[in-house]
């Protein structure tokens, strides 16, 4: 059996890598480290956003699972499962850092149909109004959107450059 540390290294090695934060479901990470990748693995419904504060080379990657908390439970345990309390905790960060939140480079990925479940409830469809609509309140310019169709897309921050390559089922990897 594989351990976690040479899945690591082998995840790693294949994305040219030596320092990567991976963000699972519901879930985001930041960081300031140059070197530093943050990846997140096949959005379906979802949505993975990343922002990127270029002066001070600041990134951070939001994996979210739906677009409003307030339709939900009360007793959250993951804020970041939400578009608006993920989007709303990591503008406080970024803010808290020093980032100049009006300039952020924002960039959207994810949002497909990927089930038969999903046409009755139209996850990525609601994920997606609810990003756009939270983007213009909070005047955000995204600067790149690959969302919608029905393929999962897996996507990566290169904290030195602020680029997110794309890479979708039987397509070349893109760089966005």
């Excluded at 351990?3 to 990567?20: E, F």
């Excluded at 997606?128 to 897996?154: D, H, P, S, W, Y």
Aim: overall charge positive; some cysteine.
């Amino acid at each position: 059996m594989n351990s976690p540390a040479a899945l690591q290294q082998l995840s790693n090695a294949l994305s040219g890598s030596t320092k990567q934060l991976i963000v699972g479901v519901g879930d985001w990470k930041a960081s300031k480290e140059a070197g530093m990748t943050i990846v997140t693995y096949a959005l379906g419904s979802c949505l993975g956003i990343t922002f990127y504060d270029r002066v001070r080379k600041i990134g951070v990657l939001l994996h979210i699972m739906l677009p409003n908390s307030k339709d939900h439970e009360k007793n959250h345990t993951k804020r970041a499962m939400f578009l608006d309390t993920g989007m709303e905790d990591i503008i406080g960060a970024l803010a808290k850092e020093g980032a100049d939140t009006r300039s952020l480079e924002v960039k959207v990925f994810g949002g497909a149909k990927v089930t038969q479940a999903d046409n009755f409830f139209n996850i990525g469809t609601k994920n997606i109004a609810a990003f756009e609509l939270l983007c213009q309140q909070m005047r955000f310019r995204v600067l790149a959107k690959e969302v919608g169709g029905a393929l999962n897309r897996t996507i990566r921050l290169s904290l030195a450059t602020g680029e997110v390559s794309l890479k979708m089922p039987a397509q070349p990897e893109r760089i966005l």
